[in-house]
């Protein structure tokens, strides 16, 4: 157990809906980073929050959004949902902004259909 | 932005028999990971090395980052070894990169 809680595990959801994925970072972790794991794409980079803060961003849709609450915990907006969007959503957590090991949660699996 | 190249692509093995992974990266790198995929999906973390040596049970790893290359070994695999090995870099704050992985079968 990474101690990075991620809800739901799963979720089915159809094409363009909305939704909305929750992060629960390990205690006293201030970044969060989201990734997106599909088939043909690998694990990509999304966005990274340090103590409520935007401070990197990847490959992010604009039907994306992400924020980080005072309590540290993330959530991962995903709209207009389209078939390609299905994939394995991580989130993981460091301590700080660089240098630090990441742990990541167990993810939540999307599929859109 | 950095290019992550890992080594080979798949592998397969016998169980008991040891196997080297490598990492291969474009650039310098504040922080350098190894994680095992399982076959549930979790990401596993294995080692925060962006330099020298660590040894994990039969697992150890070593990453040379004046020549910009860590491995990974496996010494007498199991079965529950199999999945993908994923190096992930990061060259300074924010995202890391992650390798193609590689995917790795012990067989019994």
């Known amino acids: 157990d990474s101690g990075v809680t991620q809800t739901p595990k799963h979720l089915i959801t159809a094409t363009g809906q909305r939704v909305t994925l929750r992060c629960s970072p390990r205690?006293?972790?201030?970044?969060v980073y989201w990734y997106q794991q599909s088939l043909d794409q690998g694990l990509q980079f999304l966005i990274q929050?340090?103590?409520?803060?935007?401070?990197a961003k990847g490959n992010i849709l604009e039907r994306f959004s992400a924020q980080q609450f005072p309590d540290l915990h993330s959530e991962l907006n995903l709209s207009s949902l389209e078939l390609g969007d299905s994939a394995l959503y991580f989130c993981?957590?460091?301590?700080?902004?660089?240098?630090?090991?990441?742990?990541f949660g167990e993810g939540s699996w999307l599929t859109v259909v | 932005g950095i290019q992550v190249e890992q080594s080979p692509p798949d592998l397969i093995l016998q169980e008991g028999a040891n196997s080297t992974l490598r990492c291969n990266f474009s650039?310098?790198?504040?922080?350098l990971q190894w994680f095992h995929q399982n076959p549930w999906g979790q990401l596993i973390n294995l080692f925060y090395?962006?330099?020298g040596t660590k040894q994990n049970g039969r697992l150890s790893a070593t990453t040379v980052a004046t020549e910009r290359y860590s491995l990974l070994y496996i010494s007498s695999s199991q079965t529950t070894d199999s999945g993908v090995y994923f190096c992930?870099?990061?060259?300074?704050?924010?995202?890391?990169?992650f390798g193609d992985g590689t995917t790795l079968t012990v067989k019994p």
């Open positions: 992930a870099v990061n060259p300074g704050a924010g995202k890391s990169t």
């Open positions: 090395i962006p330099s």
């Open positions: 205690s006293g972790d201030l970044s």
């Open positions: 650039d310098s790198v504040n922080n």
């Open positions: 993981a957590s460091s301590s700080g902004l660089v240098g630090n090991t990441i742990y």
């Open positions: 929050y340090y103590n409520g803060e935007e401070r």
